[in-house]
């Protein structure tokens, strides 16, 4: 059974950076188009990022230049590198397998001074 497992969230002040890890055990993400989703208090969950095949990549407007989505077929992990961060990308971070349709259990991030 595939299980993604994030991991890195916690509370930061605005201007720092975390980096959020997506560990995927019982299967293969590395030719896998995977996702990192967002969900803020209130709101509805969100794309942030894609990586594809090949490496492509892509990202809404309001965390391009700040976030970086890369992969570790190695570690079988794909990881999401948050600078400048700003309190409105607080939230809980969910990690999503695209094709294979499975979430991870999501990891909070809170940005506040």
């Known amino acids: 059974q595939v299980q993604l497992v994030e991991s890195g969230g916690g509370l930061v002040q605005p201007g720092e950076s975390l980096r959020l890890s997506c560990a995927a055990s019982?299967?293969?993400?590395?030719?896998?188009?995977m996702a990192w989703y967002r969900q803020a208090p209130g709101k509805l969950r969100e794309l942030v990022t894609l990586?594809?095949?090949?490496?492509?990549?892509n990202y809404v407007d309001s965390v391009k230049g700040r976030f970086t989505i890369s992969r570790d077929n190695a570690q079988n992990t794909v990881y999401l590198q948050m600078n400048s961060l700003t309190p409105e990308d607080t939230g809980v971070y969910y990690c999503?397998?695209?094709?294979?349709?499975?979430w991870g259990q999501g990891t909070q991030v809170t940005v506040s001074s």
């Open positions: 990586i594809g095949e090949g490496g492509w990549t």
């Open positions: 999503h397998w695209e094709g294979a349709r499975i």
């Open positions: 019982g299967g293969s993400v590395s030719d896998a188009v």
